[in-house]
């Protein structure tokens, strides 16, 4: 009885969506980090920018988040720079675009009061990124 026994037929599973190779969607994730960071005139891409990239809508990598239980609604909005961090990553970019403008005209002297300003922009910017991913980190409200 056991030998007469056919097999059973299976029904082809749903075909799964293909996903890149691995090394294409992690070059394209770093690659809208940098974009974002561009966007929001930060000086570099930061590790809330690669973040952002991972959950936003559109990523290869958020249904898969999803799918895990992720709920990438509340964490997008965790990843969302503060106003004051915004606000200081433009002013670096500004003083920037200020300092090379005087050493064009060879204006050195204004062009060393913008580069004391950058650092001192600099180590404001990276305290206020670190407080805030501090707190995404810990679970606070940013």
Do not use: C
């Amino acid at each position: 009885m056991w030998a007469e026994r056919q097999p059973e037929e299976r029904a082809d599973p749903a075909p799964e969506r293909q996903l890149p190779p691995p090394s294409v969607i992690v070059g394209a994730l770093l690659e809208r980090a940098r974009s974002l960071a561009a966007m929001e005139e930060a000086p570099v891409a930061e590790m809330e920018h690669l973040m952002r990239a991972l959950t936003e809508p559109g990523s290869e990598i958020a249904p898969l988040l999803e799918r895990f239980g992720v709920g990438l609604g509340n964490l997008r909005a965790a990843l969302a720079w503060a106003p004051e961090v915004r606000a200081v990553a433009a002013e670096l970019a500004r003083s920037q675009t200020l300092k090379e403008d005087a050493i064009r005209s060879r204006d050195y002297e204004v062009a060393a009061l913008h580069r004391e300003n950058q650092k001192y922009l600099k180590e404001r910017y990276q305290l206020l990124r670190t407080i805030l991913w501090g707190g995404v980190v810990h679970g606070e409200a940013p």
